[in-house]
């Protein structure tokens, strides 16, 4: 059974970091590329990052751009999405997931981050 299990959320404020991480299960990590992406409140699902299996590629949406960084540890199973200089906007609920160029086909349920003074 595959699992994909996003943590490290929580609330923080204006100008602060977070690093979430992605725990998955059930398949072999190291083959395939995982992405990040977020809900904000009234709004669609916003791509954010996708790093390759062996995480020499990495690539950013222009959304979080400069703010993020995208990496991974295949001896863990996990990803990790370090965010930096946070802003009220980001508020939102974040998703990692296998695959790429919207092509996902495994995801978790999220983990909620909250940008507030």
């Known amino acids: 059974e595959v699992q994909v299990v996003e943590s490290g959320g929580g609330l923080a404020q204006p100008g602060g970091s977070l690093r979430l991480s992605c725990l998955v299960s059930?398949?072999?990590?190291?083959?395939?590329?995982i992405s990040w992406a977020r809900q904000r409140p009234g709004k669609g699902l916003e791509w954010i990052s996708e790093?390759?299996?062996?995480?020499?590629?990495?690539n950013y949406g222009d959304s979080m751009k400069g703010r993020v960084t995208i990496s991974r540890d295949n001896t863990k199973n996990t990803a990790y999405l370090q965010m930096i200089s946070l802003k009220p906007d980001d508020t939102g609920v974040y998703y990692c997931?296998?695959?790429?160029?919207?092509?996902?086909?495994?995801w978790g349920q999220g983990t909620q981050v909250i940008v507030s003074s």
């Open positions: 997931m296998r695959g790429i160029d919207w092509m996902f086909d495994y």
């Open positions: 790093i390759n299996p062996d995480a020499r590629v990495m």
């Open positions: 059930g398949f072999t990590f190291s083959d395939h590329w």
